[in-house]
């Protein structure tokens, strides 16, 4: 078990990145310097985040910083899942396989495919005109 005093981790979603950085305390999820409800306003986002903390049963007696920037909302909430996984791996590593298990550690790669010359999106051709 690490000392709870240093330890953080990173996750990425898309465009976002976020910094878990995990204290001892009384359960508070404090994310950009803002409260938690306030940060994600709609309930799918925070069970999103929770999902780490509600499969190990932890949470409680941890006060979780979270610096997060870039993508969208749910975006953010992903980068904030898998940094909170990767924390808490680092604070006991017995908890990998549940995690593991559950998905949660591997990094979501999908983002937004570029979009091509000639083309008018990503896939999308001109539209076919016969005449």
């Known amino acids: 078990m690490a000392e709870l005093s240093n330890i953080h981790a990173t996750g990425k ?3 976002a990145i976020a910094r878990v950085y995990l204290r001892p305390g009384s359960g508070r999820i404090t994310v950009n310097h803002r409260n938690f409800e306030e940060y994600f306003p709609m309930e799918t986002t925070r069970n999103l985040v929770r999902t780490p903390l509600q499969l190990v049963n932890l949470g409680a007696d941890l006060d979780i910083l979270v610096n997060v920037r870039g993508g969208g909302i ?9 940094a909170l ?10 908890l990998r396989a ?3 298990k559950a998905g949660l550690l ?12 000639g083309r ?3 896939r999308r051709g001109c539209q076919y005109s016969k005449r």
């Open 13 to 15: 979603r898309k465009t």
């Open 120 to 122: 008018r999106g990503a």
């Open 85 to 94: 996984s990767r924390a808490l791996v680092e604070l006991n590593p017995e």
């Open 74 to 82: 749910e975006g953010q909430a992903g980068a904030v899942k898998h």
């Open 106 to 117: 591997t990094r979501d790669a999908r983002i937004k495919e570029r979009k091509k010359y």
């Open 98 to 100: 549940v995690l593991k």
